[in-house]
């Protein structure tokens, strides 16, 4: 079959500009081809090169004492002691979410599961941090259902438990929701695959599902703005196979074990291309491919579809020849496809063939390596404190029971009951308030895991959004008794040509690196996603955390929940910073003014406080969006009891100031407490006492009941 | 006592399920491969986990009845044999005809992932033992096909011959009759859509789960 001939409308649909067309014809001193067109537009184009973000990303710390592998393989890994280690990354799907809800959250949760067990991890846990547009846009409840079944579909028959994760409703998603999905898993450390090839001549394997036309071009797609014709890129949107996954982990990790692997890549974002060129680039060796034994479900498929294919559920591999036998009959076993596809070469080529025809000969260390790299202008903007600023008159407990009436501060259970949160018989914290838990068979070590970012806050002040994310994700896994090891950042942002954009990016990616070098939380993987806007609008800066904390000693841990007669401390300073808090998005249309200002010093001793006083306290629950109001609330729903707090004003009730928590214990425990607590210099006070049947916010209250009706149903009732 | 899971491609709750069973046992939970055609001598209470058989393709339950290890389990049945099948493996169980009645599509069309709590219908078995009659218990489920369905007939005979195990408190799928749990007629095989292997251990947030392993364990030792 001929190929088309090379113009300028089809080099532009590939997503490439003038200088990037320009700088291929430098390096081949030729025309490409059409296949070689979309390898290059496959590896060239934002999703997959970083070329916007690369300068910023490189500015991220990175290492760390347990740090086993860093960003740049295909999750991050963490030593957790004991010869073990945590394999983790979080990865958006937005893109595909939007165009077609469904497969394309079930694909990225298949994503980024792969992600964890092409290193020789099963995964543990999930997560997702899920953003829409306001509810009343036509198109957000359809786009909630089909994202929430997709990551339930694939995520329940994979058999993997999704213990945590955040969703919120704003109206700069209207156009563009995230879903990001978060995986850990476990490896021993001794038994960690990478994709870097080594040896020459060695066998390149094809494993798992069978390659079709789903997914041609995704990455390409997932690199550039919607407009009003999306419903044509649906063909772009992969179909996920939960069973073949499940399938395809149980032999990925048999084989592993049989020593045949030498390295291993997923077959994710660009497919074929993507993962050979990477494997070749890390082991710097070339590869060759002979697409005519690639395994096939559609009939007539050219090389350059089956080079840009997104099919789901595949892996390639570098095998040792010697146990090619042994290899194939765990493939065998498990009713998968197994085929060896080509090999390594010592020259530096990307060779590629098919009919006995070469389809494309590219240079295969500048595929990777001479990618172009763009330093985008960029300004800084941030929105000033105001002066005069009007603190809204209406009562304390009315005020709570408006915030728990809006979907993005109710209770989110109709979102995690459609998620298995037990498979694997190890959660000892699900989902509902704060970091889950998981404990780490065999031992009595567990592993907390949350996601968090405040879109309003990045918005308004970018620096202190991105330094805030990190340091609440931290209170999260400090309140459940966890020590912060490391995260992974996911940065969803809009359109980087635009130098507010980029200034977005740019300042939330310096406030993120402060807060992890101050905490020492290392980002150890990543994702970044750009131009999420439709029609030039942007949506909120969203660069999620995903973070995961040690616990050492299960028998050590904060278990909750706070017990009748249990009087409640407030750690940290009394707040009242009420700008871009959650009351105001809620009871008034003011959106301007400054965050709160995160100081990571009282953040890091408010921690440790926490993490040294455990013994003493019955429960914990740090404080985010709605202050102590939203947070003592949440603490009685998980008491099933009621909450007495101490008369006060509206900013100390709703007031959003950082670095602190509530915690919960007996009386006699209490004064042990804020003893310790005067003696290290904490800020702690006894501000109210659990039991009963009321909220009570000073002198104002309503039946706890009525409130947890409340809460528990105002997502599904703006759903329905 | 020696209990065995049997594997099939897509169970997810297999290791769980093994792990269960040897808590109490104190030995290796044996592991059968669904290409397999016998079950090994000695065992003496076979485990079908949940999961998603075959992906719960053409309808849950099915494809994995056709596997050649579900022919040597019926007549392991009708040998007299112990089955627990829990979720997926009581549908497998209804899909062999083992155990009557079959599991649709939950009523609210969705994935249910929760505790619920259960009523205990008939604590004479080796299962329930451990358990007083109409005993509230609390247990997991997490299905998407937990809605019993079988004629009035069939449900009848169940009352009748005391072969419902378990009832829902506050049935969350549409089964009928708010039926849990199924026993066939002789006792000896329990199909049920709750998940006792989730519910073990106190830091999982309860133990009802491990008293239907106490049970067995001590019935059949």
Not at chain 1, 495 to 520: D, T
Not at chain 2, 20 to 29: D, I, N, P
Not at chain 2, 187 to 210: A, C, F, I, W, Y
Request: charged share 20%; with cysteine.
């Amino acid at each position: 079959m001929s190929e088309p001939a090379i113009s300028e409308e089809l080099i532009a649909a590939h997503g490439l500009n003038k200088d990037e067309y320009q700088r291929i014809l430098n390096l081949l001193h030729r025309t490409p081809t059409f296949t070689e067109l979309g390898i290059f537009s496959a590896m060239w184009n934002e999703h997959c090169s970083y070329k916007s973000s690369k300068k910023w990303l490189r500015t991220l710390p990175t290492t760390g004492k347990n740090v086993i592998c860093g960003p740049g393989e295909n999750a991050g890994i963490v030593d957790i002691g004991d010869g073990q280690a945590v394999v983790f990354k979080m990865e958006s799907h937005n893109h595909p979410s939007f165009i077609e809800p469904y497969q394309g959250a079930a694909t990225g949760m298949g994503g980024i599961l792969r992600d964890v067990f092409t290193m020789g991890a099963r995964p543990i846990a999930a997560m997702n941090s899920l953003s829409f547009g306001e509810l009343s846009h036509p198109k957000t409840k359809s786009l909630v259902s089909g994202v929430v079944e997709g990551i339930g579909g694939y995520g329940n028959s994979f058999g993997v438990p999704t213990i945590g994760g955040e969703l919120r409703f704003d109206k700069s998603y209207n156009g563009n929701c995230l879903v990001n999905a978060f995986a850990a898993g476990l490896v021993k450390t001794d038994k960690i695959f990478y994709s870097a090839a080594s040896g020459i001549g060695m066998p390149v394997v094809y494993l798992g599902a069978k390659t079709g036309r789903d997914g041609v071009g995704g990455a390409t797609m997932a690199s550039a703005e919607f407009d009003d014709n999306i419903e044509e890129k649906r063909p772009t949107v992969q179909v996920g196979d939960p069973f073949t996954e499940k399938c395809l982990m149980e032999a990925t990790l048999e084989l592993m074990d049989t020593g045949a692997v030498i390295s291993i890549q997923d077959m994710g974002a660009a497919g074929l291309t993507c993962s050979a060129v990477e494997m070749g680039d890390k082991g710097n060796l070339g590869i060759e491919l002979n697409l005519d034994n690639v395994p096939i479900r559609e009939e007539n498929m050219t090389a350059y579809e089956m080079m840009l294919s997104e099919s789901q559920e595949r892996m390639l591999m570098v095998l040792d020849p010697e146990l090619e036998k042994e290899a194939k009959e765990v493939f065998k076993k498990w009713d998968l496809d197994f085929a060896i596809v080509g090999k390594t070469i010592e020259e530096d080529k990307f060779e590629v063939w098919k009919d006995g025809e070469i389809k494309a000969s590219l240079p295969l260390k500048a595929l990777s390596g001479t990618a172009p790299e763009y330093d985008r202008p960029y300004i800084t903007k941030t929105s000033k404190k105001l002066k005069n600023f009007e603190v809204p008159r209406i009562d304390a407990i009315s005020a709570l029971k408006r915030l728990l009436q809006n979907p993005n501060f109710g209770s989110k259970s109709w979102v995690y009951q459609q998620y298995d949160h037990m498979v694997m018989a190890d959660t000892i914290r699900r989902p509902g308030t704060g970091a889950g838990i998981v404990r780490i068979h065999k031992t009595s070590k567990a592993l907390a895991f949350t996601s968090h970012v405040n879109p309003r806050y990045c918005q308004a002040d970018p620096f202190e959004g991105g330094k805030q994310a990190v340091a609440e994700a931290y209170r999260n896994l400090v309140s459940v008794g966890a020590k912060p090891l490391a995260a992974t950042d996911n940065l969803n942002f809009g359109n980087p040509e635009k130098p507010e954009i980029m200034g977005q990016f740019v300042n939330c990616i310096r406030g993120i690196s402060e807060a992890c070098k101050y905490l020492n939380v290392p980002i150890v993987s990543g994702n970044v996603s750009l131009y999420n806007e439709t029609d030039g609008e942007p949506i909120q800066p969203t660069p999620t955390i995903g973070a995961v904390g040690l616990i050492e000693d299960l028998g050590n841990m904060i278990e909750g929940p706070a017990q009748p007669n249990d009087v409640l401390i407030l750690i940290g300073e009394q707040g009242n910073h009420l700008q871009q808090s959650a009351i105001m998005s809620v009871i008034s249309n003011n959106s301007n003014g400054q965050p709160p200002i995160t100081d990571l010093e009282k953040e890091k001793r408010n921690g440790e406080f926490i993490l040294n006083s455990i013994s003493f306290m019955s429960s914990c629950k740090d404080l985010g969006q709605g202050g102590i109001a939203l947070g003592a609330f949440k603490m009685a729903i998980e008491a099933d009891i009621g909450v007495s707090i101490e008369e006060k004003d509206i900013p100390w009730y709703f007031g959003e100031d950082q670095g602190r928590y509530l915690v919960t214990s007996t009386t006699s425990n209490a004064l042990i407490l804020l003893e310790e607590a005067r003696n290290t210099n904490i800020d702690a006070r006894i501000i109210g006492s659990f039991g009963g049947k009321l909220i009570k916010l000073g002198k104002s209250f309503l039946q706890y009941d009525e409130l947890k009706m409340i809460y528990s149903k105002s997502l599904e009732l703006a759903l329905e | 006592m020696k209990a065995a899971v049997i594997v099939f491609p897509g169970s997810n709750c297999d290791r769980d399920l093994a792990i269960a069973f040897e808590k109490v046992t104190g030995t290796k939970t044996k592991l059968i491969w669904h290409k397999d055609a016998n079950i090994p001598n000695g065992i003496d209470i076979i485990g079908i986990p949940g999961g998603f058989s075959f992906g719960d393709y053409l309808r849950v339950g099915a494809i994995a009845a056709q596997s050649p290890i579900c022919k040597a389990l019926v007549d392991y049945v009708n040998s007299g044999g112990y089955v627990l099948g829990i979720c997926n493996g009581f549908q497998i169980l209804t899909e062999t005809n083992i155990l009557p009645g079959t599991l649709m599509r939950n009523q609210g069309l969705k994935y249910i992932c929760s505790e619920i709590e259960l009523l205990v219908e008939n604590n004479n078995t080796a299962f329930t033992h451990g358990f007083q009659n109409k005993q509230n218990i609390k247990l997991p489920i997490a299905h998407h096909d937990g809605n019993y369905f079988a004629d009035n007939e069939t449900v009848k005979s169940l009352n009748d011959k005391n072969c419902i195990a378990f009832k829902y408190t506050k049935n969350p799928n549409g089964s009928v009759d708010d039926i849990a749990g199924v026993l066939s007629q002789n006792k000896r095989v329990l199909g049920m859509m709750p998940h006792p292997e989730r519910l073990n251990d106190q830091s999982l947030g309860g133990t009802d789960g491990g008293l239907i392993f106490g049970a067995i364990e001590s019935m059949l030792s």
